[in-house]
Nanobody, 117 residues
Framework: QVQLVESGGGLEQPGGSLRLSCAAS????????MGWYRQAPGKQRELVAR???????AYADSVKGRFTISRDNAKNTVYLQMNSLKPEDTAVYYC???????????WGQGTQVTVSS
């Protein structure tokens, strides 16, 4: 079992930056693939970025070159640095933890990101 708490969302202008954080507790952080997903109104939830404990990362094409996922295994925390924000990045962003041993998924409560002038 793992608990995820996100923070860092808010309102930002186009071209601006935000950093999301997700603190995990309750289990061994290193066995999880950590990811960020987002869901815009009327759309399906989509993968934004994910990171393995070994440092491998993957990104959605729409955010490549603008967003960076990183993790601090010592602090059980994963981050999403979002630069050059666009209005189409507006969504609720969810932190996800996938347990590679049990194959279970865990989700945070979500944090709203709004990009608007």
């Amino acid at each position: 079992q793992v608990q995820l708490v996100e923070s860092g969302g808010g309102l930002e202008q186009p071209g601006g930056s935000l950093r999301l954080s997700c603190a995990a507790s309750g289990s061994i952080f290193s066995i999880y693939v950590m990811g960020w997903y987002r869901q815009a109104p009327g759309k399906q939830r989509e993968l934004v970025a994910r990171s393995t404990s070994g440092g491998s990362t993957a990104y959605a094409d729409s955010v490549k070159g603008r967003f960076t996922i990183s993790r601090d295994n010592a602090k059980n925390t994963v981050y999403l640095q979002m630069n050059s924000l666009k209005p189409e990045d507006t969504a609720v962003y969810y932190c996800n933890a996938f347990n590679m041993v049990t194959r279970n998924d865990y989700w945070g409560q979500g944090t709203q990101v709004t990009v608007s002038s």
